[in-house]
């Protein structure tokens, strides 16, 4: 996989807490990882018409969902620009016994050597795409890796919160692996959003318990804010991918709109296959 980037403009940073790859890990440990990879795996397979056999994880992190699927068989690869993570990543694969192709790189500049049936870009992380160009470039180099009929699938926070509907995300959470307990902050009061660009200023913050020791790591990020609509229409933009569907959680059975259940924006975007 080579990155083939030119300087990557609109980028956010959290540098600090991405830099900071174990803490981040078990900061987020608070989902199921395979309940999420069953929703994938058969939301790829119902756009492709048969079971995918290979996935690539986009700003894959420690690469949770690589991992899971390619110990079910998947041949997986995964893309992160921060280095941390992608040693942490390749660690905890090897460590689960399984092999993932994981390289450093910007999601909007990057090529693989071999096409996937599915792509994923989870927990929020297109937010970190702040421009319409860095996220059109990102959808066509996707495009490119995926082979005819393949998906991406995109997870975002509700739109619900950034219309102040409700919060449906929880913004601060704790959690504790093998004695070392992690608590999260995800914004702050004095976090901005710009209503124009629709770039937020997010404050991050982990504190750390570990082997009786307290540690702080407090992190700034602009982060892109996006609705059902936008998102629809960069897909068309970028003359390659299609909006094929949307639900509200990684959840078969939680449409978008439901006004109780839908807490994340989900959408499947798919290459058409080949006539
Ligand atoms: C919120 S974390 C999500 C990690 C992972 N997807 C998960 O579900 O836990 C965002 C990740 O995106 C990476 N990242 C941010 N911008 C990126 C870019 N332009 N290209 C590649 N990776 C990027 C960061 O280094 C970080 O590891």
């Known amino acids: ?21 174990r803490y981040y890990d078990i900061a987020f440990a608070y989902r199921d990882f395979a309940q999420e990879c069953d929703f994938l ?24 969902h690589a991992i899971e699927l390619a110990g079910r068989g998947l041949w997986a690869a995964a893309l992160d620009r921060e280095p941390a993570m992608v040693r942490y990543g390749t660690e905890k694969a090897a460590a689960a016994g399984v092999e993932i192709a994981y390289q450093e790189g910007d999601m909007t500049g990057f090529a693989l050597d071999r096409p996937v049936d599915m792509a994923l870009l989870l927990l929020g992380s297109a937010a970190c795409l702040l421009t319409n160009s860095a996220v059109i470039s990102c959808l066509q180099r996707v495009s490119e890796a995926l082979a005819p009929g393949g998906v991406l699938i995109v997870e975002l926070p509700h739109p619900r919160e950034l219309f102040n ?111």
């Open 41 to 64: 795996a058969a939301v790829a397979a119902r756009h492709l018409g048969r079971a995918p056999e290979s996935v690539l994880e986009l700003a894959a992190g420690p690469a949770n």
């Open 165 to 275: 509907i409700d919060d449906a995300t929880e913004d601060g959470w704790e959690v504790t692996r093998d004695g070392t307990r992690v608590r999260v902050r995800w914004g702050s009061p004095g976090d901005s959003l710009d209503p124009v660009s629709q770039v937020a200023q997010v404050t991050t913050t982990l504190t750390i318990w570990e082997g009786g020791r307290k540690q702080v790591i407090r992190d700034k990020a602009f982060q892109r804010r996006f609705t059902v609509q936008e998102l629809d229409a960069l897909a068309r933009a970028s003359g390659c991918l299609e909006a094929v569907a949307w639900f509200g959680g990684l959840d078969l059975d939680v449409a978008i709109d439901d006004p109780e259940e839908a807490w994340r924006m989900v959408a499947v975007f798919q290459k058409p296959h080949l006539r």
């Open 1 to 21: 996989m080579a990155d083939t980037s030119e300087t990557p403009s609109g980028q956010s940073q959290h540098g600090r807490i991405y830099g900071a790859a």
